[in-house]
């Protein structure tokens, strides 16, 4: 795509782009690690771990312990993420008035799985905004970083993915 062009599609990332997610995350997964044995503040982990799905997160730590993770661990921290998305979880000022601006098709491609994707994007209001052109990792066998998330979501909403933008 040339620099004169408009894209055909734009592609949002979520956590980071859309809503501001990540530190509330990053918070509830230190003080669940660190409460397991692995010591971490939200900075740290946010430094090392942004952008790694949870699994391969737990995967290391499991490594770093020489053990596993007590079996409700991933399930513990959902819980304790969504009561923290309840309070806390906002949009990221502007996007709101930016989708409106741009007046290009958009969808959304994230590596979060469709259920929870889906409630967060609707307990910050944006799911408006993209549904039904919502894109969630348990949709291609290899989440980012490979580029199927990507290529499958170009691909659905009829675009090529050289005239699509990620964001």
Do not use: W
């Not at 942004?50 to 997160?57: L, M, Q, S, V, Y």
């Not at 958009?106 to 408006?128: E, F, H, I, P, W």
């Amino acid at each position: 795509m040339s620099s004169l062009q408009s894209p055909d599609l734009v592609i949002f990332d979520c956590d980071g782009v859309l809503i501001d997610s990540q530190i509330i995350q990053c918070q509830v997964d230190a003080a669940e690690l660190t409460r397991v044995g692995y010591p971490i503040t939200a900075d740290e982990l946010a430094q090392r771990f942004i952008g790694t799905a949870t699994k391969e997160i737990q995967v290391h730590v499991e490594a770093v312990l020489g053990r596993t993770l007590p079996t409700d661990f991933e399930t513990r921290r959902d819980r304790l993420v969504d009561e923290a998305y309840r309070r806390e979880l906002k949009p990221i000022a502007g996007v709101e008035n930016a989708m409106v601006a741009m007046g290009l098709p958009a969808c959304v491609a994230s590596n979060a799985r469709m259920v929870r994707l889906r409630d967060v994007l609707n307990l910050t209001g944006l799911l408006a905004l993209f549904d039904p052109h919502i894109f969630g990792a348990d949709l291609v066998p290899r989440p980012k970083p490979a580029p199927d998330l990507f290529l499958f979501a170009a691909e659905q909403m009829g675009a090529l993915p050289t005239r699509s933008l990620v964001i």
